[in-house]
């Protein structure tokens, strides 16, 4: 695509990428990604998620136009989502949350017109 339009397409985006993760912070299986991990928590969260993402830092990327195309959005989205079930039992509420929360996902970027899998 020429330069115009994917600069004008990373703008659209931004308002699509904003609106979707108001969604999922909104959604009741999104308690366990609004804030980063706290190490009081998991103590050795850290030692073993090397790429740490939540929510909240998202937000802030998406406030400082970090995320100029989709991929690099659902990258950081499913990063958060693999890093859960990486560090967590399939067991926990945690996992689960990562299931439900990751499936919303989907479905709202199919209704944007962004998903690509």
Known sequence: SSG?????????NQKHFTA?????KAHSSAW???EPVKPEIAPDYYQHI???CDLQTIGEK???GYYRTRKMFVADVSRMF???RLYNDISTEYYKCAAVLQ???INELKEA???DP
């Open 4 to 12: 115009i339009n994917a600069e004008y397409g990373s703008g659209v």
């Open 20 to 24: 979707i993760w108001i969604k999922l």
């Open 32 to 34: 366990p990604f609004l």
């Open 50 to 52: 090397k790429y740490p």
């Open 62 to 64: 998406l406030s400082q």
């Open 82 to 84: 693999n890093n859960c």
């Open 103 to 105: 499936k919303y996902f």
């Open 113 to 115: 017109n962004l998903y």
